[in-house]
């Protein structure tokens, strides 16, 4: 079993910037970031191999949205730029053994989240 703890969310003006961070409590496979807004469904957001040589992005954050990960530390980041406020979501961090799915379905475990919220 596979903990994970996210942090960095917060309130920032559109156009800004945040860093999300995802601890794990033990190594880990694949993984990903995806986010909630209220009354929407869970969507992707960004993914990442256990070596890093392979990350997968949503159109909705290419070019804006970095996702990055220490092994030595079990930590997984995802830094967000030119933050608007449609990114307004919570924002959760999930583990995969399976490639670099965009399916939630296909992660086994998953954080708490953090609320990132982005005003005009």
């Known amino acids: 079993q596979v903990q994970l703890v996210e942090s960095g969310g917060g309130l920032v003006q559109a156009g800004g910037s945040l860093r999300l961070s995802c601890a794990a409590s033990?190594?880990?496979?694949?993984m990903g970031w995806f986010r909630q807004a209220p009354g929407k469904e869970r969507e992707f957001v960004a993914g990442?191999?256990?070596?890093?040589?392979?990350?997968r992005y949503a159109d909705s954050g290419k070019g804006r949205f970095t996702i990055s990960r220490e092994n030595a530390k079990n930590t997984v980041f995802l830094e967000m730029n030119s933050l608007k406020p449609e990114d307004t979501a919570v924002y959760y961090c999930?583990?995969?053994?399976?490639?670099?799915?965009?399916?939630?379905?296909?992660?086994?475990?998953w954080g708490q989240g953090t609320q990132v919220t982005v005003s005009s």
């Open positions: 999930a583990a995969s053994t399976i490639g670099v799915p965009m399916i939630a379905l296909l992660y086994q475990y």
């Open positions: 033990g190594r880990t496979s694949t």
């Open positions: 990442i191999s256990w070596n890093g040589g392979t990350t």
